[in-house]
C-alpha cells in the first residue's frame, strides 16, 4: 500500500499523559497536514509542513501540542498532559498538486 | 476567512435514483473546491476538484460536480445512486494559492459533511 500511513490506529490514554502519532506520507509528497476531526464534525485544520518547514499552525494548536517533519519525510505529532477534550481522530494527508489525500487517521480516546 | 456549508445532515436517496448533495462556499479570491467521501472506520477519499475550467467536473465513482461561481455552489452529483454510495460526504474549500514561495494558503476548509443514505 502506497497512501499516506499512521500510526497507531487507536489510542487509549489516560488524562494527563503525552501521546505521540506517526504519519508517513506518501513518498515524494513534500506537503504534509495534519486534521483533527470529532464525531459529527468535518476534519479541521491543525498545521502543515511543505518539506521540513512548518508554515502555518491553526489557533486550535495549543502549546501542548508540537508537531515535526524531520528530513522532510514523516510527522510527529506529540500532545503533552492530554485532556478529555482531545479525545479524537487525527488525520494525516499529503499532496504535491492541490488536491491531498489521507490516512486512516489515529483514534484518540482520553479518560 | 474560508467558509463551507452543507446544509443537509443527510439525504436519502433510492438506488436508481439521481442524488444531489449540496455544498456553498466562501473564500476571498478564487477558489479550489474538493468532494471527500469517508466510510466508517476509514480516511477520507478525494472524489473529485474542481481548480480551473469547466464548470462540470467528473470524478471517482461515477460522481461529478458544478461549479456555480454566481451562487458559491459546488454540488455533487451522481445520476443514478447505489447502494454501496451510503458513507459521510465532505466538501472543502481553499484559496487558490497566490503566495507560491512560501505555500500559504493551503489548507482545506470542510463542511460538517452529509450522510448520504441509498436504500433498495
Known amino acids: 500500500d502506497t497512501g499516506v500511513s499512521q500510526d497507531p490506529r487507536h489510542k487509549i490514554t489516560k488524562r494527563g499523559q503525552n501521546v505521540t502519532f506517526r504519519c508517513d506520507p506518501i513518498?515524494?509528497?513534500?506537503?504534509l497536514y495534519w486534521y483533527r476531526q470529532t464525531l459529527g464534525q468535518g476534519p479541521e485544520f491543525l498545521t502543515y509542513?511543505?518539506?521540513?518547514?512548518?508554515?502555518?499552525k491553526s489557533r486550535l494548536l495549543s502549546d501542548r501540542f508540537s508537531a515535526e517533519r524531520p528530513k522532510g519525510s514523516f510527522s510527529t505529532l506529540e500532545i503533552q498532559r492530554t485532556e478529555q477534550g482531545d479525545s479524537a481522530m487525527y488525520l494525516c494527508?499529503?499532496?504535491?498538486?492541490?488536491?491531498?489525500?489521507f490516512g486512516q487517521g489515529t483514534r484518540l480516546t482520553v479518560v | 476567512a474560508q467558509s463551507v456549508a452543507q446544509p443537509e445532515d443527510q439525504v436519502n436517496v433510492a438506488e436508481g435514483n439521481p442524488l444531489t448533495v449540496k455544498c456553498t462556499y466562501s473564500?476571498?479570491?478564487?477558489?479550489?473546491l474538493f468532494w471527500y467521501v469517508q466510510y466508517p472506520n476509514r480516511g477520507l477519499q478525494f472524489l473529485l476538484k474542481?481548480?480551473?475550467?469547466?464548470?462540470l467536473v467528473k470524478g471517482s465513482y461515477g460522481f461529478e460536480a458544478e461549479f456555480n461561481k454566481s451562487q458559491t455552489s459546488f454540488h455533487l452529483k451522481k445520476p443514478s445512486a447505489l447502494v454501496s454510495d451510503s458513507a459521510l460526504y465532505f466538501c472543502?474549500?481553499?484559496?487558490?494559492?497566490?503566495?507560491?514561495?512560501?505555500?500559504?494558503?493551503?489548507?482545506?476548509?470542510f463542511g460538517t459533511g452529509t450522510q448520504l443514505k441509498v436504500e433498495l
Open positions: 494527508a499529503s499532496s504535491t498538486g492541490p488536491e491531498a489525500f
Open positions: 513518498s515524494e509528497h513534500n506537503r
Open positions: 509542513f511543505q518539506n521540513e518547514a512548518q508554515l502555518e
Open positions: 473564500v476571498s479570491g478564487n477558489p479550489y
Open positions: 474542481y481548480i480551473t475550467g469547466d464548470n
Open positions: 472543502a474549500v481553499r484559496d487558490a494559492p497566490r503566495l507560491r514561495l512560501t505555500g500559504g494558503g493551503n489548507k482545506l476548509t
